[in-house]
């Protein structure tokens, strides 16, 4: 029932930038952490940034200083800015959700559906 949803994936030039937004749909008691993952062509899936409910971020150092995550818990969404991007940045972006459906229930993880980012001339 829970789904996540991304967009504003696409094609930028080196240098440019984008914005991803993710967003929650469906029954939800509580969302804690949220994150970004990417994955390049021949890379295993990697941390980008993620963000505590309390508004702590923490950074891969690839990404550090050119992009920044956030949040925003009434619209359940999380976003992604990716500044001075380079065609290292090129990879398929997920969004996870670390939610509880219940008040009783454990937590669990959801992704997105992932969004494409090519970065090139």
């Known amino acids: 029932q829970v789904q996540l949803v991304e967009s504003g994936g696409g094609l930028v030039q080196p240098g440019g930038s984008l914005r991803l937004s993710c967003a929650a749909s469906?029954?939800?008691?509580?969302?804690?952490?949220m994150g970004w993952y990417r994955q390049g062509p021949g890379k295993q899936r990697e941390l980008v940034a993620a963000i505590t409910s309390g508004g702590n971020t923490n950074y891969a150092d690839s990404v550090k200083g050119r992009f920044t995550i956030s949040r925003d818990n009434a619209k359940r969404m999380v976003y992604l800015r990716m500044n001075s991007l380079n065609s290292e940045d090129t990879a398929v972006y997920y969004c996870n959700f670390q939610v509880k459906v219940r008040r009783w229930l454990d937590w669990s993880d959801y992704w997105g559906q992932g969004a494409q980012v090519t970065v090139s001339s």
């Open positions: 469906g029954s939800i008691f509580s969302i804690n952490a």
